[in-house]
Every structure is written in C-alpha cells, then in structure tokens.
C-alpha cells in the first residue's frame, strides 16, 4: 500500500508545543535577567505560517481576495502573543497544547482582517455612489447604444448596493434588538407553581 501523502501545512502539536514552551521559558529567563529577548526561531515562525496558511485554505476562508493579508495578520498576531504563552495551562490531555492556541489567534486575526476590507469595501462604494462616476465615463465619442449600456449597468451596480447596504443594516438592527432584549431579560429560576397544583 503506498503511504499517506502528508499535508504541506501539517504542524507535529507535540514538537511545536514543546519549541514553545522552550523560548517562553527562555524569554522568561531574559526578562528576569534584564537581558534582551530572543528571536523567535525558524521552526516556531515557520509553524505559525504553516498553521495560518493551513487554517486559510478552511471553507470559510478559501474565497476571500485578500487571503494572503489575512494570513500575514494571523503570523503577525502569533510573533506579538507568543509571550503570552502560559507554559502552566491545564488541558484534557495535560500536555501544552500551542497549536490551538495559535490556531484561535489566526482565527480572530482573520475575522479582524474581513471586517476591515467589509469597512473598505463599504467605503469604496459609498464614495462611488456620491462621486457620480457615471460621469468620468462619459465622452463625446461614445455613441446612444454605449451610452444606454453604461446608464444601465451605473443603475443596476447603485441598486445592487442600495440592497447589500439595506440587508447590512437589518442585521445590525436585529443584532441591537437581540441584544437589548437579553439584557432586558432577567435570568430567573422557572417558576413551577403551575405544574405544582
């Protein structure tokens, strides 16, 4: 039978979790020395982009344009937290677990990154809307057909638009509604009386 092939983005848990809690403890010993910080080695930083570029290829991430910017966030992300590391965590398995740990960082970092290119994105076509950009289309040398054409497709982009920005601030408007409604309910024990008589 031939062999497995192995994942290109495959980090070993065990030797990772263990090349982590070795600088955490070196950079513990540092900063109790008053000594400059280690480098990060090869092996931690090339894992972090192996565990970000794995968790990157994910359904929820795949078809994301800017994929490659959320990945280099979530390595960023990783190098400013590994200080952070608790060597002394408790898991199920009582060994350091570092890849999930890195792995939820690359996570939140992603999600950091979509809602900045959704703000961008929201900008660019408020500006797009406001600007009449049908205008810098036009020419003396385009002729009624092209001309029609281009109203067309100016109005359908506005009403596409109009409609994301329309459901956009239905959800944020649901999601205000949830949120005062939680707060409002108050968390009492069931009251059993009427199951009691």
Sequence with gaps: M???????????????????VEYVQSVNDAKEKGEPLPVVTDYIAECFLKIAEGLS???N?????????????????CLKAIENYNIEAATRTGTPN????????SW??????????KKQQDVKSRYMLQSGIEQY?????????TLTVMQSFFE??????????????????FLKQEKERKKHTSKVDSDLDQFLE
């Design 156 to 173: 359908q982009l506005k009403g596409k638009i109009d409609a994301v920005k329309e459901k956009d601030d239905a959800f944020a408007q």
């Design 98 to 105: 570092a890849f999930a740990y890195f792995t939820q960082i």
């Design 2 to 20: 031939s062999k497995k092939k192995q994942n290109i983005h495959y980090v070993n848990n065990k030797q990772f979790s263990l090349a982590v």
């Design 61 to 77: 991430f795949i078809r994301y344009t800017y994929r490659e910017e959320m990945v280099m966030d979530a390595v960023e992300n």
């Design 108 to 117: 939140y970092a992603f999600l950091r990154r979509i809602a900045k290119e």
């Design 57 to 59: 290829h994910k359904a």
């Design 137 to 145: 289309m036009m020419s003396d040398e385009v002729d009624a057909a």
